[in-house]
């Protein structure tokens, strides 16, 4: 039946033998390159934790429409400095093991350029705690980042102070201050 709408049967064929090569040649790919996963966040809410923030700071909704807080300054969406937190379910993990979740998600990312990660671990108030400080290049801006990862219950939890670079010295102290106040509930 759909031969007849061709008005010579051999563009069927010469259709047939170009569909058939690419099915052919698309699956007989079997280099995969492989992606690694990061680890999927929830986002917090006011109601899960408590934090004293200074009072020249703000909460706003961050690019990503997520809960965080920065210098009132600082009054666009967009962050010169900021802090955030989130959470990660245990039970999503290969381990509920910390430093595992840590390697796993803390690795040098192939588009930041002059990408460097330092770690330790100490213990805070939220108990055994990796403190990872980043600094990085990316779309000729240089950042830095401070994470403090933490392990309670079924969550690990990254604690986020990051920003310009240049801007990142002014308000650190403050980020810690803040950290050593957060209270979950």
């Not at 047939?16 to 052919?24: D, E, G, N, R, Y």
């Not at 102070?161 to 050593?180: K, M, R, T, V, W």
Request: charged fraction near 25%; glycine fraction near 2%; charge should be positive.
């Amino acid at each position: 039946m759909t031969i007849k709408y061709f008005k010579n049967k051999s563009y069927l064929g010469v259709i047939s033998i170009l569909a058939l090569s690419i099915v052919i040649g698309c699956a007989s790919s079997s280099k995969q390159v492989a992606i690694p996963e990061y680890s999927k966040y929830e986002a917090t809410y006011d109601s899960e934790f408590s934090i004293e923030i200074p009072d020249n700071w703000h909460s706003y909704k961050d690019i990503h429409n997520e809960q965080a807080y920065k210098p009132i300054i600082y009054d666009n969406r967009f962050k010169e400095v900021s802090v955030y937190l989130r959470k990660y379910q245990v039970k999503n993990e290969l381990s509920p093991d910390l430093e595992s979740f840590i390697e796993k998600n803390i690795r040098k990312v192939r588009f930041y350029q002059n990408h460097k990660i330092e770690k330790q671990k100490l213990q805070t108030n939220q108990g055994e705690t990796y403190i990872i400080e980043e600094s990085f290049k990316l779309n000729n801006i240089f950042y830095k980042k401070q994470q403090w990862i933490f392990k309670q219950d079924d969550y690990f939890y990254e604690f986020n102070y990051s920003g310009n670079a240049a801007l990142f010295s002014n308000h650190l102290d403050e980020a810690n201050a803040i950290f050593q106040t957060l209270k979950l509930k």
